[in-house]
């Protein structure tokens, strides 16, 4: 192929990616349970997907006959038409679709079958939110570009998007950051089927957008602590033991002194960072070398645009060995 054919080709396919990367997903959300159905679609909107519900099979249906939808993650056991009827007519109707199966307990055999029935993918209950997003921006890269599919991934096709991580201002006080975090974890209790981590961190930023640090749940741990358990004792008290007595009552009244403290007294340094471009040997490599579990993603500028955290970065590797 001329030298000059090969760069359009590059091009095209580059500018295909981008292009995809930034379209918002439409899921179709398809289950029987309603709490469980309500609860994954609320998160899987805050996670940036454009989701729809649907309760039954025939509801999924009807909804695809009058809108194209990217990925449709689908229960097996459902009344009426059950997950593989509903799977072949979503086949019939739209063969470009995705489906990812969801199978309750006992079910990992049917699941399977499914994908000699044109299943993208299966999961087993309760899923994890974090593998359930992955799979489904599997699905839609699939899609829309298979040579892209066929290659690795980038740091930008695997990170949270920083609009979707919780983000906070270093001169704001520790109990807005706690506040921010607990919305994160809004709803993940609210099904025995879904499980989310929650962030577990907040990325600082100053007054101008750029990016100052980050807080995490091990340093707000770090700063109830009073500061003078940190300190060197007298040789005289090297073997000193505090009584039961002495614990009681110390986290309460340290939680309180920390409610008003500015989160960038607190906060640790920068998560280390990487271009939106960069492989995932390199990720790996970053995270291992220098102990961090999560990586700031950045674009051409310079700028912040996301998080990478380790579990992205397991559910590739589990999809590799997996497959």
Partial sequence: MPDGLIACTSDRIIQQRESHMSEKIK??????????????????????LDTTMAATGEEAVDI???EPMDVVVLDIRMPGMDGHEALARIKEIRSDTQVIMLTGHGGVESAKASLEKGAFDYLSKPCDIDLLVSKINDAHRA??????????????????????????????????????LMRSFEGLIASGSVMETGHRSILVFDRDGDIEG???????????????????KPSMADA???????????????AKKLADVM???IMSATPPSVDENANLMELADIMYSR??????VTNAKGRVIGVVREQELFFEMAKIILK
């Fill in 64 to 66: 695809l006959t009058k």
């Fill in 214 to 232: 980050i807080l995490s749940i091990q340093d707000l741990i770090g700063a109830v602590r009073p500061a003078y358990l940190s300190a060197p």
């Fill in 143 to 180: 899609i829309h570009d298979t040579e892209a599919w066929a290659t690795e991934k980038k740091a930008g096709e695997v990170m949270i998007r920083v609009e979707e991580y919780t983000t906070i201002q270093g001169d704001q006080s520790v109990r807005e950051a706690i506040e921010h």
């Fill in 291 to 296: 102990n961090a579990r999560r990586v700031v």
């Fill in 27 to 48: 899921v179709l959300m398809v289950d029987d349970e309603a709490k469980f159905r309500e609860t994954t679609s609320k998160i899987l909107r805050k996670r940036g």
């Fill in 240 to 254: 000193m033991q505090y009584s039961a007595m002495f614990w009681t009552g110390l986290f309460t009244s340290q």
């Fill in 263 to 265: 989160v960038s007294d």
